[in-house]
């Protein structure tokens, strides 16, 4: 049975930083790529980042986090995180790990529904 659970979330000022980590229970090279989403009450969920587990460095980023946002992982600890600086108001959400044994190119990246595994959420709040 495979979990994802995420931490790291918590309250920052604006222009402050945080790191959130998603831990799986298994090897994360077990799913082709790993996204981060979020959703903000009342908002849909949004996508942030998609990264193919073989190399980190091709993630992409939604256009509104892009430059503020990275992802990185290290895979002896089958850990995925998010380091996110210059954090805005706007960027207050519940912030999810998923994971899926395919990837998706084009829309279908950041599409949720293409997301098998999912962790139970972070919350960040920006102030």
């Known amino acids: 049975h495979v979990q994802l659970v995420e931490s790291g979330g918590g309250s920052v000022k604006a222009g402050g930083s945080l790191r959130l980590s998603c831990v799986a229970s298994?090897?994360?090279?077990?799913?082709?790529?790993m996204a981060w989403f979020r959703q903000a009450p009342g908002k849909e969920r949004e996508g942030v980042s998609v990264?193919?587990?073989?190399?980190?460095?091709?993630?992409t980023y939604a256009d509104s986090v892009k430059g503020r946002f990275s992802v990185s992982q290290d895979d002896a600890k089958n850990t995925l995180y998010l380091q996110m600086n210059s954090l805005q108001p706007e960027d207050t959400a519940m912030y999810y790990c998923a994971a899926a044994e395919e990837c998706y190119g084009g829309s279908y990246a950041l599409d949720g529904r293409k997301y098998t595994y999912w962790g139970q959420g972070t919350q960040v709040t920006v102030s």
């Open positions: 298994t090897s994360i090279h077990k799913f082709a790529c």
């Open positions: 990264s193919w587990t073989l190399d980190v460095s091709t993630t």
